[in-house]
């Protein structure tokens, strides 16, 4: 009988560590520890509630910030729940995550000080284009709500609403506020300690496109002729008749939600109203994605403008986010981003990427985890200073040296008068709204979805699930949602058979305006533009070289002129 019993002790010994080492895998021990009453507190999450790590936890993690910052990642085995079992973690400061690399199972950390107060502070995009710090008590208010994870967060309570009791929307997720009576919205950020901006600001798509223009052609990686894309278009028809059943991609078993912040404003529900409308009328032979904006509008607008004359695109309907093909003779594609992803340690701030890449969601109505286009529209996702940049853009266009910093003052001014907010720029000026959103609706045809645009995690993190490729998830799915990266080749988008593309301005004013600016603003190039030499010299900069063969030398605005009827309609034929 003794060595049954031995047996049975060690089977049980064997399974008792088994079961200690699965419950260490999966975090920190649920029960509290003692934590040392001076210094900073580290604590982890566990479903809602916040737990102290130990003592000895909150001294190693704590020697780590210090040492290494509060951007930095590091692997470590030193967690106390982890002794005798080496589980190798990952602690990241940046994004306030502990990860177990066996288990992939990822827990938000926290670090606090001695009076168990976040370590973090509050501010908001000013008038005087800078970042302002809200009044403490405002500060915990919204401290409170950002912990309990309340978002939208509806609050009247706050110091500088005393005497107008104006109800305001917080959205974390995207870090706007909104002012349910006069519909103006802000930017807000947390700053974590340290300094580390953790939840606040980032670097948004106008930021990092700014960034490749005033970088110019050192962005690039490789020279060489643009060839010019050729399409075969043509879809069985009863693939045409299934999506057309299936109806807009946005409303795909979801609700026609708008979220809190658009629902209550009339020129808001409008737009969504309009683009829901659009994805009715293409969803049989096009996918549809969206892109947020605020900042890089004007460099939109004049792109657009420039493509008017140059290339025959579309510009009273659209922004052009991307004109300089340079880029694009590295990577013309989505095939090649993905090739090239891993290159980047960081990701989709990754200056090649910016050159031609563009972030969006597949979505209008989606509860997307970075920027869904009902929490980001009024504001935009993005806010940041633009010096230099549009000067810069007039010269990579073709505009002669001597006039360029003229016509920017030219085209701000433009921009002022017909309502567009140019806040970011120099000289700018904030719109009458306070809205600085703008939301670009992007059709492409199913034929091209898999071969210039990949399905994404935050930060452009490839995501497989979705995969299938994409066109076969957008066609079969639902509902839909999720981010994408879209590869926004201009030998493609300026193509309206290939991709058309709507702007919508959260500024009623600029939105109703928008037609009539752009053609003041091709007007305003024309002196520049206006001669077949000049044209050609700018074509041949704006691609590096040889124009694709679709391309012709005589002024294409006129050409590209078109009613909106036929426009908006999925067949131009």
Same mark, same amino acid.
């Given at each position: 009988?003794?060595?049954?019993?031995?047996?049975?002790?060690?089977?049980?010994?064997?399974?008792?560590?088994?079961?200690?080492?699965?419950?260490?895998?999966?975090?920190?021990?649920?029960?509290?520890?003692?934590?040392?009453?001076?210094?900073?507190?580290?604590? /982890?999450? %566990? !479903?809602? @509630? +916040?737990?102290?790590?130990?003592? &000895? $936890?909150?001294?190693? #993690? *704590?020697?780590?910030?210090?040492?290494?910052?509060?951007?930095?990642?590091?692997?470590?085995?030193?967690?106390?729940?982890?002794?005798?079992?080496?589980?190798?973690?990952?602690?990241?400061?940046?994004?306030?995550?502990?990860?177990?690399?066996?288990?992939?199972?990822?827990?938000?950390?926290?670090?606090?000080?001695?009076?168990?107060?976040?370590?973090?502070?509050?501010?908001? /995009?000013? %008038? !005087?284009? @800078? +970042?302002?710090?809200?009044?403490? &008590? $405002?500060?915990?208010? #919204? *401290?409170?709500?950002?912990?309990?994870?309340?978002?939208?967060?509806?609050?009247?309570?706050?110091?500088?609403?005393?005497?107008?009791?104006?109800?305001?929307?917080?959205?974390?997720?995207?870090?706007?506020?909104?002012?349910?009576?006069?519909?103006?919205?802000?930017?807000?950020?947390?700053?974590?300690?340290?300094?580390?901006?953790?939840?606040?600001?980032?670097?948004?798509?106008?930021?990092?496109?700014?960034?490749?223009?005033?970088?110019?052609?050192?962005?690039?990686?490789?020279?060489?002729?643009?060839?010019?894309?050729?399409?075969?278009?043509?879809?069985?028809?009863?693939?045409?008749?299934?999506?057309?059943?299936?109806?807009?991609?946005?409303?795909?078993?979801?609700?026609?939600?708008?979220?809190?912040?658009?629902?209550?404003?009339?020129?808001?529900?409008?737009?969504?109203?309009?683009?829901?409308?659009?994805?009715?009328?293409?969803?049989?032979?096009?996918?549809?994605?969206?892109?947020?904006?605020?900042?890089?509008?004007?460099?939109?607008?004049?792109?657009?403008?420039?493509?008017?004359?140059?290339?025959?695109?579309?510009?009273?309907?659209?922004?052009?986010?991307?004109?300089?093909?340079?880029?694009?003779?590295?990577?013309?594609?989505?095939?090649?981003?993905?090739?090239?992803?891993?290159?980047?340690?960081?990701?989709?701030?990754?200056?090649?990427?910016?050159?031609?890449?563009?972030?969006?969601?597949?979505?209008?109505?989606?509860?997307?985890?970075?920027?869904?286009?009902?929490?980001?529209?009024?504001?935009?996702?993005?806010?940041?200073?633009?010096?230099?940049?549009?000067?810069?853009?007039?010269?990579?266009?073709?505009?002669?040296?001597?006039?360029?910093?003229?016509?920017?003052?030219?085209?701000?001014?433009?921009?002022?008068?017909?309502?567009?907010?140019?806040?970011?720029?120099?000289?700018?000026?904030?719109?009458?709204?306070?809205?600085?959103?703008?939301?670009?609706?992007?059709?492409?045809?199913?034929?091209?979805?898999?071969?210039?645009?990949?399905?994404?995690?935050?930060?452009?993190?490839?995501?497989?699930?979705?995969?299938?490729?994409?066109?076969?998830?957008?066609?079969?799915?639902?509902?839909?949602?999720?981010?994408?990266?879209?590869?926004?080749?201009?030998?493609?988008?300026?193509?309206?058979?290939?991709?058309?593309?709507?702007?919508?301005?959260?500024?009623?004013?600029?939105?109703?305006?928008?037609?009539?600016?752009?053609?003041?603003?091709?007007?305003?190039?024309?002196?520049?533009?206006?001669?077949?030499?000049?044209?050609?010299?700018?074509?041949?900069?704006?691609?590096?070289?040889?124009?694709?063969?679709?391309?012709?030398?005589?002024?294409?605005?006129?050409?590209?002129?078109?009613?909106?009827?036929?426009?908006?309609?999925?067949?131009?034929?």
């Amino acid at each position: 009988m003794a060595p049954k019993k031995k047996a049975a002790g060690a089977k049980a010994a064997a399974g008792k560590a088994a079961g200690a080492k699965a419950e260490a895998a999966k975090g920190p021990p649920l029960k509290k520890a003692k934590v040392e009453a001076e210094g900073p507190k580290w604590e /982890w999450r %566990d !479903g809602t @509630e +916040w737990k102290p790590f130990r003592a &000895e $936890d909150c001294t190693m #993690l *704590e020697g780590q910030y210090e040492s290494k910052g509060a951007k930095a990642k590091f692997c470590t085995t030193a967690f106390s729940f982890n002794q005798g079992f080496d589980t190798i973690y990952e602690v990241n400061f940046e994004n306030m995550t502990q990860t177990n690399k066996d288990t992939k199972k990822r827990r938000e950390i926290r670090r606090q000080d001695a009076a168990g107060k976040a370590a973090a502070s509050w501010e908001w /995009w000013s %008038d !005087g284009a @800078e +970042w302002a710090a809200y009044a403490e &008590e $405002d500060a915990a208010v #919204l *401290e409170k709500a950002f912990r309990e994870e309340v978002t939208p967060f509806l609050t009247k309570n706050l110091s500088f609403n005393k005497g107008f009791d104006s109800l305001y929307i917080f959205d974390f997720d995207v870090m706007t506020q909104v002012n349910s009576d006069s519909g103006t919205s802000r930017k807000i950020q947390r700053t974590a300690a340290g300094g580390s901006k953790v939840f606040g600001h980032v670097e948004g798509e106008d930021d990092g496109f700014a960034k490749v223009l005033l970088a110019g052609k050192d962005a690039d990686a490789t020279a060489g002729a643009a060839d010019g894309a050729v399409f075969e278009l043509g879809l069985p028809p009863a693939l045409v008749a299934a999506q057309r059943k299936r109806g807009a991609q946005s409303l795909r078993k979801r609700k026609s939600d708008y979220g809190p912040a658009v629902s209550k404003d009339p020129h808001g529900r409008f737009c969504f109203d309009q683009m829901l409308k659009n994805e009715k009328e293409f969803c049989g032979e096009w996918v549809v994605f969206y892109h947020s904006y605020s900042c890089a509008a004007i460099l939109y607008e004049v792109q657009a403008a420039v493509g008017s004359v140059l290339f025959r695109f579309k510009a009273e309907f659209a922004g052009l986010p991307r004109i300089l093909a340079h880029g694009f003779k590295h990577i013309p594609d989505a095939g090649k981003m993905l090739k090239e992803f891993p290159k980047w340690k960081d990701k989709d701030h990754n200056v090649a990427f910016k050159a031609v890449g563009l972030c969006a969601t597949s979505g209008l109505l989606a509860p997307d985890s970075e920027a869904p286009a009902k929490s980001v529209f009024l504001m935009g996702y993005s806010v940041g200073c633009l010096k230099g940049v549009l000067e810069k853009l007039l010269g990579a266009v073709g505009v002669p040296k001597a006039q360029v910093v003229g016509l920017a003052k030219d085209v701000l001014s433009l921009a002022a008068a017909h309502g567009l907010d140019t806040q970011g720029h120099p000289g700018g000026h904030k719109c009458k709204s306070g809205r600085s959103g703008h939301m670009l609706q992007i059709f492409l045809r199913r034929e091209l979805c898999d071969k210039y645009v990949y399905p994404a995690f935050p930060y452009g993190v490839p995501d497989k699930k979705r995969d299938l490729p994409l066109s076969k998830y957008l066609a079969e799915k639902e509902p839909i949602e999720g981010q994408v990266r879209i590869t926004l080749n201009p030998d493609v988008f300026l193509r309206a058979t290939c991709a058309r593309m709507f702007t919508y301005s959260a500024d009623p004013t600029y939105h109703k305006n928008r037609p009539a600016f752009i053609k003041e603003l091709v007007g305003l190039l024309e002196p520049i533009l206006g001669h077949e030499d000049v044209r050609v010299k700018a074509a041949k900069g704006i691609f590096g070289g040889k124009p694709p063969a679709w391309w012709t030398p005589e002024d294409q605005s006129k050409k590209a002129a078109m009613p909106l009827a036929r426009y908006a309609a999925s067949s131009m034929d």
